[in-house]
């Protein structure tokens, strides 16, 4: 009786294992055929059905077989999106653009060419990376927003574009900010000024603006003497600077205190480059005598 079970058990797993091989054939099959219209039929249809997976299986086949021929146009087209259903931003940022450069006269290219600008867009990574890709896709957006002015999708380009540049505002402040926490003080100081110089109507700037009083300050009272005097001196030309843009600011009381700060920093310089220079006299006297 058990020796009976067993073999159904087993007879049951070996059926469900060739049902499962059949459908996997099926599949092959048609893969490894030379019947392209079928292979393009089934191809659509899966993509229709979302399976992506083995649509791109079978689009890969067919866009080197339909090359040259006037179905290429549509399949190609099915064929990037794939990619990008798939999340293949590269791949699929690749085959949008070799759609717009090859089909340049096809009512598809325009979505192409802001595809691939959106595809790089997403390869756009965190701010506190390296933004080389940011750059790519602004300046992706910016030539679809030339080649086409008046589409529909140029208000959404721009769009996106800010949101990029919002990007590389936050990389450039935090950039600015890493030196004056590492206490680089001068190098924050340029940092800063370069930042305000690179985004003009950053977000970032009243605080950037109060930073570099702060930055300044610093690198004056970590400097020698003899050059303390000129460097408070520019951290009080900074906040003269800042008052008069933000006159109102929430950073007031400690500007203030650093203008102050400066001021004292300046009078003590001098006390002790004139108790220097007094007691290099008294030296050189004594040695004259």
């Known amino acids: 009786m058990l020796k009976?079970?067993?073999?159904?058990?087993?007879?049951?797993?070996l059926i469900i294992g060739l049902s499962i091989t059949g459908c996997k054939s099926k599949f092959e099959k048609l893969r490894e055929s030379s019947d392209t219209g079928r292979k393009y039929q089934e191809a659509i249809?899966?993509?229709?059905?979302?399976?992506?997976?083995?649509?791109?299986?079978l689009f890969d086949d067919l866009v080197q077989r339909y090359r040259g021929r006037s179905e290429a146009e549509d399949l190609y087209y099915y064929y990037a999106y794939t990619n990008y259903k798939l999340k293949d931003y590269i791949s699929a940022r690749y085959h949008?653009?070799?759609f717009a450069d090859t089909y340049p006269s096809s009512p598809k290219a325009e979505e192409c060419r802001f595809m691939t600008a959106y595809c790089m867009y997403l390869e756009s990574p965190v701010y506190s990376l390296d933004q080389d890709n940011t750059?790519?896709?602004?300046?992706s957006f910016q030539l679809f927003i030339n080649l086409y002015p008046q589409s529909d999708r140029v208000a959404e380009?721009?769009?996106?574009?800010?949101?990029l540049r919002d990007k590389l505002e936050q990389k450039s402040f935090a950039n600015a900010k890493l030196f004056l926490d590492i206490g680089d003080y001068q190098a924050a100081v340029i940092?800063?000024?370069?930042?305000?110089k690179d985004f003009p109507d950053t977000k970032y700037?009243?605080?950037?603006?109060?930073?570099?009083?702060?930055?300044?300050y610093l690198y004056a009272k970590n400097s020698r003497e003899i050059k303390q005097e000129e460097r408070y001196q520019e951290a009080i030309d900074e906040y003269d600077r800042f008052m008069e843009r933000y006159p109102n600011s929430k950073y007031s009381k400690d500007a203030n205190k650093l203008k102050e700060a400066s001021l004292e920093g300046i009078e003590q310089a001098k006390k002790i480059l004139a108790?220097?220079?007094?007691?290099?006299?008294?030296?050189?006297?004594?040695?004259?005598?």
């Not at 700037?205 to 300044?216: F, G, K, P, W």
């Open 275 to 289: 108790s220097y220079t007094e007691s290099k006299k008294a030296t050189k006297n004594e040695q004259q005598q």
């Open 45 to 57: 249809k899966l993509y229709n059905k979302k399976d992506y997976t083995k649509a791109l299986s």
């Open 4 to 13: 009976s079970k067993g073999f159904s058990l087993l007879g049951l797993i």
């Open 205 to 216: 700037a009243e605080q950037i603006d109060y930073l570099t009083i702060e930055a300044q």
């Open 96 to 98: 949008f653009k070799t």
């Open 135 to 139: 750059y790519k896709a602004i300046e």
């Open 157 to 163: 380009a721009s769009k996106l574009i800010e949101s």
């Open 191 to 196: 940092a800063f000024r370069n930042s305000i």
